[in-house]
Protein backbone atom coordinates (compact mmCIF):
# COMPACT_ATOMS: atom_id res chain seq x y z
CA UNK A 1 0.00 0.00 0.00
CA UNK A 2 2.70 2.29 1.07
CA UNK A 3 5.23 1.82 -2.21
CA UNK A 4 5.01 4.87 -4.36
CA UNK A 5 2.69 6.95 -2.49
CA UNK A 6 3.83 10.39 -1.70
CA UNK A 7 4.62 11.65 1.72
CA UNK A 8 3.95 15.28 3.17
CA UNK A 9 7.67 17.40 3.56
CA UNK A 10 9.30 17.93 6.42
CA UNK A 11 7.57 19.52 9.41
CA UNK A 12 4.09 17.80 8.35
CA UNK A 13 1.49 17.40 11.62
CA UNK A 14 1.02 13.71 11.71
CA UNK A 15 -2.71 13.13 11.52
CA UNK A 16 -2.99 9.26 11.67
CA UNK A 17 -1.85 7.17 15.08
CA UNK A 18 -1.87 3.27 14.68
CA UNK A 19 -1.28 1.53 17.78
CA UNK A 20 -0.94 -2.21 18.51
CA UNK A 21 -2.21 -3.96 21.91
CA UNK A 22 -2.72 -7.00 23.59
CA UNK A 23 -6.03 -5.70 24.98
CA UNK A 24 -7.77 -3.18 22.92
CA UNK A 25 -10.85 -2.77 25.14
CA UNK A 26 -8.34 -2.16 28.21
CA UNK A 27 -6.29 0.36 26.76
CA UNK A 28 -9.85 2.54 25.19
CA UNK A 29 -10.92 2.18 28.57
CA UNK A 30 -7.74 3.54 29.84
CA UNK A 31 -7.90 6.48 27.56
CA UNK A 32 -11.25 7.32 28.26
CA UNK A 33 -10.18 7.41 32.17
CA UNK A 34 -7.46 9.73 31.35
CA UNK A 35 -9.25 12.45 28.60
CA UNK A 36 -12.99 11.93 28.88
CA UNK A 37 -13.41 13.72 25.69
CA UNK A 38 -11.71 11.50 23.59
CA UNK A 39 -14.72 10.03 21.68
CA UNK A 40 -16.62 13.44 21.52
CA UNK A 41 -18.03 14.18 17.81
CA UNK A 42 -18.22 10.18 17.54
CA UNK A 43 -21.69 8.80 17.03
CA UNK A 44 -23.58 7.00 19.46
CA UNK A 45 -23.40 3.63 17.37
CA UNK A 46 -19.92 4.39 17.08
CA UNK A 47 -19.04 4.95 20.19
CA UNK A 48 -20.78 1.65 21.06
CA UNK A 49 -18.74 -0.40 18.93
CA UNK A 50 -15.68 0.98 19.67
CA UNK A 51 -15.99 0.43 23.63
CA UNK A 52 -18.14 -2.48 23.23
CA UNK A 53 -17.16 -4.92 20.24
CA UNK A 54 -14.65 -7.68 20.08
CA UNK A 55 -13.44 -6.50 16.73
CA UNK A 56 -9.53 -7.11 15.76
CA UNK A 57 -9.34 -3.47 14.60
CA UNK A 58 -11.23 -0.03 16.13
CA UNK A 59 -11.01 3.28 14.81
CA UNK A 60 -12.51 6.63 15.32
CA UNK A 61 -11.79 10.12 13.55
CA UNK A 62 -11.22 14.01 14.96
CA UNK A 63 -12.25 16.67 12.79
CA UNK A 64 -10.47 20.15 12.92
CA UNK A 65 -11.89 23.16 10.96
CA UNK A 66 -9.11 25.47 9.18
CA UNK A 67 -8.04 27.55 6.34
CA UNK A 68 -7.69 26.10 2.86
CA UNK A 69 -3.95 27.01 3.20
CA UNK A 70 -3.51 24.77 6.52
CA UNK A 71 -3.43 27.75 8.96
CA UNK A 72 -4.64 26.88 12.02
CA UNK A 73 -7.08 29.12 14.37
CA UNK A 74 -5.92 31.34 16.91
CA UNK A 75 -7.58 33.33 19.62
CA UNK A 76 -6.77 36.84 18.37
CA UNK A 77 -8.30 39.78 17.30
CA UNK A 78 -11.32 39.22 14.58
CA UNK A 79 -9.77 43.14 13.25
CA UNK A 80 -6.53 41.93 11.55
CA UNK A 81 -6.46 41.78 8.21
CA UNK A 82 -7.66 38.78 6.64
CA UNK A 83 -8.85 36.66 9.30
CA UNK A 84 -12.47 35.22 9.93
CA UNK A 85 -14.15 35.21 12.42
CA UNK A 86 -15.50 31.41 13.71
CA UNK A 87 -18.35 31.19 16.40
CA UNK A 88 -17.35 29.38 19.08
CA UNK A 89 -18.22 29.01 22.81
CA UNK A 90 -16.09 31.30 25.11
CA UNK A 91 -13.30 33.41 23.62
CA UNK A 92 -13.48 34.60 20.01
CA UNK A 93 -11.75 32.27 17.35
CA UNK A 94 -10.40 33.57 14.12
CA UNK A 95 -8.71 32.04 11.07
CA UNK A 96 -6.18 33.71 8.64
CA UNK A 97 -6.42 32.98 5.08
CA UNK A 98 -4.87 34.19 2.15
CA UNK A 99 -7.72 33.08 -0.40
CA UNK A 100 -10.21 35.35 -2.03
CA UNK A 101 -11.23 33.39 -4.11
CA UNK A 102 -15.31 33.94 -4.64
CA UNK A 103 -16.00 30.30 -5.29
CA UNK A 104 -13.95 28.09 -3.31
CA UNK A 105 -14.08 27.92 0.30
CA UNK A 106 -11.88 29.44 2.67
CA UNK A 107 -12.15 26.50 5.14
CA UNK A 108 -11.65 22.94 4.94
CA UNK A 109 -11.86 20.16 7.24
CA UNK A 110 -8.90 17.88 7.70
CA UNK A 111 -9.62 14.82 9.69
CA UNK A 112 -6.72 13.12 12.21
CA UNK A 113 -7.47 9.25 12.31
CA UNK A 114 -6.55 7.30 15.35
CA UNK A 115 -6.60 3.16 14.80
CA UNK A 116 -6.34 0.75 17.28
CA UNK A 117 -4.93 -2.89 16.42
CA UNK A 118 -5.85 -5.59 18.73
CA UNK A 119 -3.02 -7.92 18.48
CA UNK A 120 -4.53 -11.32 20.24
CA UNK A 121 -8.06 -10.91 18.19
CA UNK A 122 -6.20 -10.49 14.87
CA UNK A 123 -4.09 -13.08 14.67
CA UNK A 124 -3.87 -15.49 12.00
CA UNK A 125 -4.12 -12.72 9.96
CA UNK A 126 -1.10 -11.34 7.47
CA UNK A 127 0.42 -8.69 9.08
CA UNK A 128 0.32 -7.03 5.31
CA UNK A 129 -3.57 -7.68 5.17
CA UNK A 130 -4.28 -5.89 8.81
CA UNK A 131 -1.93 -3.09 7.49
CA UNK A 132 -4.07 -2.73 4.16
CA UNK A 133 -6.58 -2.94 6.60
CA UNK A 134 -5.74 -0.34 8.55
CA UNK A 135 -4.47 2.04 5.85
CA UNK A 136 -7.94 1.84 4.01
CA UNK A 137 -9.67 3.18 7.23
CA UNK A 138 -7.09 5.51 7.97
CA UNK A 139 -7.38 6.90 4.35
CA UNK A 140 -11.45 7.42 3.75
CA UNK A 141 -14.03 7.89 6.71
CA UNK A 142 -15.41 4.77 7.00
CA UNK A 143 -18.30 4.30 10.04
CA UNK A 144 -17.17 1.65 12.47
CA UNK A 145 -20.21 1.01 13.37
CA UNK A 146 -21.12 -0.59 9.59
CA UNK A 147 -21.14 -4.02 9.02
CA UNK A 148 -18.97 -5.49 5.98
CA UNK A 149 -19.21 -9.10 5.81
CA UNK A 150 -18.90 -10.54 2.06
CA UNK A 151 -17.98 -7.38 0.98
CA UNK A 152 -15.08 -6.93 -2.00
CA UNK A 153 -13.02 -5.55 0.10
CA UNK A 154 -10.48 -5.39 2.47
CA UNK A 155 -13.10 -4.47 5.13
CA UNK A 156 -15.04 -7.70 4.90
CA UNK A 157 -11.87 -9.54 6.70
CA UNK A 158 -12.94 -10.25 10.05
CA UNK A 159 -16.35 -10.73 9.18
CA UNK A 160 -18.41 -14.01 8.42
CA UNK A 161 -17.37 -16.19 5.42
CA UNK A 162 -14.21 -13.49 5.70
CA UNK A 163 -12.00 -12.78 2.63
CA UNK A 164 -8.38 -13.49 2.42
CA UNK A 165 -6.06 -11.03 1.32
CA UNK A 166 -5.72 -7.27 1.39
CA UNK A 167 -6.95 -4.34 -0.88
CA UNK A 168 -8.94 -5.40 -3.11
CA UNK A 169 -9.69 -3.68 -6.44
CA UNK A 170 -12.68 -2.23 -5.46
CA UNK A 171 -10.91 -0.77 -2.53
CA UNK A 172 -8.27 0.74 -4.69
CA UNK A 173 -11.13 2.05 -6.80
CA UNK A 174 -12.99 3.74 -4.01
CA UNK A 175 -9.75 5.42 -2.77
CA UNK A 176 -9.15 6.83 -6.09
CA UNK A 177 -12.58 8.19 -6.19
CA UNK A 178 -12.29 9.75 -3.42
CA UNK A 179 -9.19 11.89 -3.61
CA UNK A 180 -10.01 12.92 -7.18
CA UNK A 181 -13.41 14.22 -6.24
CA UNK A 182 -14.22 17.64 -6.39
CA UNK A 183 -13.53 19.40 -2.67
CA UNK A 184 -15.63 22.51 -3.07
CA UNK A 185 -18.80 20.45 -4.16
CA UNK A 186 -22.51 19.51 -2.28
CA UNK A 187 -22.08 15.58 -1.34
CA UNK A 188 -24.64 14.42 -3.76
CA UNK A 189 -22.09 15.81 -6.31
CA UNK A 190 -19.15 14.24 -4.73
CA UNK A 191 -20.74 10.58 -4.23
CA UNK A 192 -21.37 10.74 -7.78
CA UNK A 193 -18.21 11.60 -8.80
CA UNK A 194 -16.98 8.88 -7.11
CA UNK A 195 -19.02 5.98 -8.23
CA UNK A 196 -18.35 7.28 -11.78
CA UNK A 197 -14.73 7.55 -10.60
CA UNK A 198 -15.29 3.88 -9.34
CA UNK A 199 -16.61 2.73 -12.42
CA UNK A 200 -13.96 3.95 -14.76
CA UNK A 201 -11.39 2.20 -12.27
CA UNK A 202 -13.08 -0.79 -12.07
CA UNK A 203 -13.49 -1.05 -16.09
CA UNK A 204 -16.73 0.15 -16.91
CA UNK A 205 -18.10 2.37 -19.05
Known amino acids: ?69 GKQMAGESSALLGQNEIPSSGSQNVLGTNSSSLIRTKFRSSIKTVVVVDVTLSD ?49 AYLAGVYKASVDRPADTQRGQIADAMAKGLGGE
Open 1 to 69: MSRGTPVAADKCRSNIVVTFTPDASALLATLERKKSRLLEGTSRDDKAAIRGSSAPVRWWYGTLTEGAD
Open 124 to 172: GHRLSDVADYVAFVALARIRVSERFSGAPSVLGMFGDGAMEGGLTDWDR
